[in-house]
């Protein structure tokens, strides 16, 4: 794959700044944890390749993750995260590797589970069509390939406007998603997800686009949906208010895993060493990141962007 230019903007973590910027690195769940009791990870990719175009976009990617866990994909613009994604939901095909979905081959599609899975695409996306309300997009999350007519009737509408009381909606059941602002159609899009209760939640970059109370909003949302054992999955291009909701960060930079760390070691957007004292480190160089600027840098600096980090994929 050719080199494409690095978006320099690291992701956002408010206790990035916290003495355990350099504390020896957590582990991340362990494989052996990351099963569920059928002995199925929601998610397994393997050595996942894949070419778009003429181009190599996804190379060799790892990732397992176990039920209940909330795993963050971060990167910059272009690195993979949502052809990853793509690749877990068995839309885009496998040059190599293999991708499970709670237990089973994507490529079996219709042997996986999909009433177990709820997937949130970037709202771009999800927001053109036909007219149609609140309760319709929702009740639209009922259909499938063997369930033509699974939108239809009472029990179907009740499901969603219980979805859309999950997500403090249910008063504008019968509202066009056009009026609706841009935080109210992604908390639709996430009723939509949630009308068949899945287990795993899948969700490319919930807050973009959205002011801040909406992105509150939505990480209150989500942070319930963990309490209640969902595992999570959210391509995001940075932290932000869902840096309580996510415990593990796994960061692409051109179609590669560089980094699967505990989520509270993403470096926040700016790091200030003036402050090293404070967040006890006895010297500047005991900061995990000190090796790309050397303890003599700028006392206060944007922090190095995650796509120039060097590999850290951490014992799992
Ligand atoms: N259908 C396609 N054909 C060719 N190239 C593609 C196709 N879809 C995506 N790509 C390329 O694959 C690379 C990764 O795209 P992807 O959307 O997965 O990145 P991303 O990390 O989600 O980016 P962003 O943060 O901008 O959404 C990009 O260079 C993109 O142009």
């Given amino acids: 794959m050719s ?14 700044a916290s ?3 350099a504390e ?8 052996a944890d990351a099963t569920d009791a059928t002995g199925a990870a929601p998610v397994e990719v393997s050595q996942a390749s894949v070419v778009l175009g003429s181009s190599l976009i996804l190379d060799g990617v790892d990732l397992q993750v176990g039920p209940g866990e909330s795993v963050a994909l971060l990167g910059a613009n272009g690195s993979g995260k949502s052809t990853l994604v793509k690749t877990v939901l068995g839309l885009v095909p496998l040059v190599g590797g293999t991708v499970r979905l709670l237990g089973t081959p994507v490529r079996r599609r219709r042997d996986v ?9 970037q709202r771009v996306t999800a927001s053109s069509g036909v007219p149609a309300t609140a309760l319709e997009v929702v009740r639209s999350g009922l259909l499938g390939p063997t369930r033509p007519w699974a939108d239809r009737g009472r029990r179907a509408a009740q499901r969603a406007m219980e979805a859309l009381d999950a997500v403090g909606l249910a008063d504008r059941a019968g509202d066009h998603v056009q009026v609706l602002s841009g935080g109210q159609a992604q908390r639709v899009l996430i ?48 932290m932000g208010e869902l840096a309580e909701v996510v415990e593990r960060a796994v960061v692409l930079a051109d179609g590669r895993v560089v980094m699967d760390v505990p989520a509270h070691r993403v470096l926040p957007a700016h790091h200030d060493h003036s402050r090293h004292a404070e967040l006890g480190h006895d010297t500047a160089e005991d900061c995990e990141h000190q090796h790309l600027h050397g303890p003599t840098g700028p006392a206060q600096h944007r922090a190095p962007a995650l796509s120039a980090d060097p590999v850290r994929q951490e014992p799992r």
């Avoid at 320099?8 to 206790?15: E, F, G, K, Q, S």
């Avoid at 020896?24 to 494989?31: F, H, L, N, T």
């Avoid at 990480?219 to 319930?224: H, K, N, R, T």
């Fill in 113 to 121: 589970a999909w009433d177990r899975v709820g997937y949130v695409p």
């Fill in 3 to 16: 080199p494409s230019p690095r978006d320099a903007t690291p992701p956002d973590h408010p206790r990035a």
């Fill in 191 to 238: 009723a939509r997800a949630l009308v068949r209760s899945p287990e795993l939640l899948i969700l490319d970059e919930p807050l973009a686009g959205i002011d801040r109370a909406s992105r509150e909003s939505l990480a209150a949302i989500l942070a319930d949906l963990r309490s209640r054992g969902l595992t999570l999955v959210t391509v995001l291009h940075e």
């Fill in 19 to 21: 003495p355990r910027c």
């Fill in 24 to 31: 020896s690195p957590d582990r991340a769940r362990s494989a």
